[in-house]
Nanobody, 119 residues
Framework: QVQLVESGGGLVQAGGSLRLSCAAS????????MGWFRQAPGKEREFVAA????????YYADSVKGRFTISRDNAKNTVYLQMNSLKPEDTAVYYC????????????WGQGTQVTVSS
């Protein structure tokens, strides 16, 4: 079992920045692929970014590429999402998720943190 706890959400003006954190329990954090997803009101949850266990490979949705950066600190069992140049359309609940090696799907999810970008 892996527990994930997100933090760092809040209210920010368009053009501003926020950094989300996701702290994970467990002793094998470095083996998990970690992802960030978001869900806006009335919309389906969508992929934002992911990072492999080593931190060497990262992936982004086109809508955030060049503005968001995913990173991780395996010594702290934490994954981050640095969000710059925020837009009102980035407003959503942001979730982190953990994928076990070779699972093919995200196995554990956090409770989410609200990000609101005002225009």
């Amino acid at each position: 079992q892996v527990q994930l706890v997100e933090s760092g959400g809040g209210l920010v003006q368009a053009g501003g920045s926020l950094r989300l954190s996701c702290a994970a329990s467990g002793r094998t954090f470095s083996s998990y692929t970690m992802g960030w997803f978001r869900q806006a009101p009335g919309k389906e949850r969508e992929f934002v970014a992911a990072i492999r266990g080593s931190g060497l490979s990262t992936y982004y949705a086109d809508s955030v590429k060049g503005r968001f950066t995913i990173s991780r600190d395996n010594a702290k069992n934490t994954v981050y999402l640095q969000m710059n140049s925020l837009k009102p359309e980035d407003t959503a609940v942001y979730y982190c998720a953990a994928e076990f090696p070779a699972s093919g799907e995200y196995d554990f999810w956090g409770q989410g943190t609200q990000v609101t970008v005002s225009s």
